[in-house]
T-cell receptor, first 115, second 117 residues
């Protein structure tokens, strides 16, 4: 069975500092990995995905994530945090090709950027 | 880019009534749609997966008679919460995947806040 772990419920970072939001996964076969952001009472906005190719994936709003197969991780990063980055971040994974293509979400990490 | 429209964005209903939530893919054909439920400060819980023209596949523990899903066309899926009760109050989000494959991602609707009083 596939699963996603986001070990931190909350991450606090000072504005201008680099940020990292951690994600590890477990799937059968090769993973498709995603990061989404959610603002209060809103749906999910896509940030980036890893399907194949370069391990470093660049996405929206200056975010990037690094796929590490040996550590089964896909941590989200940004070199310089903005207050507007404060939101709830979800890592998601889809594993082996199955008929319904469903993706499974981590429990989310709340990111607080301190001015 | 791909856009999914979900409405209503919020709804308040009386206990015992039914509520329908619509999810439309505006500029692509959604061969598969997913319905999620999100409790406050928690993650998204997948409720069911629907493929156009076939019955939805429900996740374990989700009552299919209570949460009716219809995916009659390639651009529309509906979730009907039947005989709603206060414990059904939640944030419901749909997601659509196009016919170009999962590698092109999953697009989410903006969500529906359901409050049952």
């Amino acid at each position: 069975a596939q699963s996603v772990a986001q070990p931190e419920d909350q991450v606090n970072v000072a504005e201008g500092n680099p940020l990292t939001v951690k994600c590890t996964y477990s799937v059968s076969g090769n993973p498709y990995l995603f990061w989404y952001v959610q603002y209060p009472n809103r749906g999910l906005q896509f940030l980036l995905k890893y399907i194949t190719g370069d391990n470093l994936v660049k996405g929206s709003y200056g975010f990037e994530a690094e796929f590490n197969k040996s550590q089964t991780s896909f941590h989200l990063k940004k070199p310089s945090a903005l207050v507007s980055d404060s939101a709830l971040y979800f890592c998601a994974v889809r594993g082996t090709w199955n008929r319904d293509d469903k993706i499974i979400f981590g429990k989310g990490t709340r990111l607080h950027i301190l001015p | 880019g791909a856009v999914v429209s979900q409405h209503p964005s919020w709804v308040i209903c009386k206990s015992g009534t039914s509520v329908k939530i619509e999810c439309r893919s505006l500029d692509f054909q959604a061969t598969t749609m997913f319905w999620y439920r999100q409790f406050p400060k928690q993650s998204l819980m997948l409720m069911a997966t629907s493929n156009e023209g076939s019955k939805a596949t429900y996740e374990q523990g989700v009552e299919k008679d209570k949460f009716l899903i219809n995916h009659a066309s390639l651009t529309l899926s509906t979730l009907t919460v039947t005989s709603a009760h206060p414990e059904d109050s939640s944030f419901y989000i749909c997601s659509a995947r196009g016919n170009r494959g999962a590698i092109y991602g999953y697009t989410f609707g903006s969500g529906t806040r359901l409050t049952v009083v």
